[in-house]
């Protein structure tokens, strides 16, 4: 039995998903388009519906091929790519997916922004990284701690042997290098062993929390300026987890501006808005946080820009790499994304995260 509901109400679902979409008869005019393709091409769905879709694209004739191949059943599915007409702006490059709704005379063309495409495949790739290190840090944590305790009281029991107070030095090292490297296992260790709890949290509260103990950690020389959007809403996070992120960002900041903090004239940001039509890989959601960390120091070093990112690499001598990758891993916990555009003078880390 054929669905006698209007085309607008049966297929409202496709206003839900981040790609743009049309749904076309055979002839391949506009029964519906969601709201993303609205937005896209600058024209409202009252005017789009009754409309050829081939005459929004800069070249027509592969969608009209495609149609006519639908037509003829030559095939279920077809991609290619394409480019399409906006009003007052540059051509989108889109992925075009046709498919035949079986069952019915109504074609459906799915248009993938491929800006939108390498997005998400980036973020399936960094994604698809966290889910490795983590599991490689949990490895080789374990790996490290059962040795390191044996090293360590082994060391106890030779120091309460030596009867030479000179000797007792080299005791006092592998002691103290292990309880370091104890120290650094507890560290790879901790996202893993807490557990995640979840509550409202209001991302100011978050960022002056972080704000006073940046103040208190680096108290000459920087600037700490505040840039809030008090109308964000409460999120459901895990405030712990969501402070200690945004201090190892902001702390890894200040140490990237110890010269300017040294000449007087660092400059810290804390910045929140409202990110709106937002996609975390294949899933659109209406309102976002984006919570901004910039800086005005030296900037990322190109040789570590893609492995930012990566546990134990880091810029600064010194640095144990650990601060950023468990920002990163706290961030995704709660389904987001960090974000950084770095040149010398001004560095922008840009934290994302779903609104309910």
């Known amino acids: 039995m054929l669905d006698q509901r209007s085309p607008e109400s049966r297929l409202q679902a496709f206003d839900l998903l981040a790609s743009l979409v049309s749904v076309v008869n055979g002839e391949g005019l506009i029964l519906f388009s969601n709201a993303v393709l609205e937005d896209a091409l600058g024209i409202s769905r009252r005017v789009l519906v009754g409309s050829a879709l081939a005459d929004y694209f800069f070249e027509p004739q592969p969608l009209r091929a495609a149609l006519q191949g639908v037509r003829n059943n030559a095939f279920s599915a077809l991609r290619y790519d394409g480019a399409l007409r906006r009003s007052g702006q540059d051509a989108m490059l889109v992925h075009v997916i046709v498919t035949h709704n079986v069952g019915s005379p109504e074609i459906i063309i799915e248009m993938v922004p491929q800006e939108q495409q390498v997005r998400q495949d980036r973020e399936e790739r960094l994604a698809e990284q966290a889910r490795t290190n983590k599991e490689l840090i949990r490895n080789l944590a374990h790996e490290i701690k059962n040795p390191l305790g044996g090293i360590r009281g082994a060391a106890q029991l030779l120091e309460l042997e030596i009867g030479s107070t000179d000797l007792l030095e080299y005791t006092q090292v592998i002691i103290h290098e292990a309880d370091r490297l104890q120290t650094l296992v507890d560290r790879l260790l901790a996202p893993h062993r807490r557990a995640h709890v979840v509550g409202d ?156």
């Open 201 to 356: 949290v209001n991302i100011h509260e978050v960022c002056e929390r972080v704000r006073s103990l940046i103040v208190a950690e680096f108290p000459k020389g920087l600037a700490v300026a505040r840039d809030y959007d008090i109308s964000i809403p409460d999120l459901r996070g895990d405030r712990e987890q969501l402070i200690q992120a945004l201090l190892n960002i902001a702390q890894n900041a200040c140490l990237a501006l110890a010269q300017r903090r040294e000449a007087g004239d660092a400059r810290l940001v804390f910045r929140t808005r409202i990110a709106r039509q937002v996609t975390f890989g294949k899933h659109r959601h209406r309102l976002a946080l984006e919570l901004h960390v910039i800086d005005n120091g030296p900037g990322v070093p190109d040789s570590i820009k893609d492995r930012l990112f990566y546990p134990l690499v880091s810029g600064r001598e010194g640095g144990s790499g650990l601060g950023l990758t468990l920002a990163q891993t706290f961030v995704q916990q709660h389904h987001g994304l960090i974000e950084v555009e770095s040149a010398p003078g001004h560095t922008d880390f840009k934290i994302l995260i779903p609104l309910p």
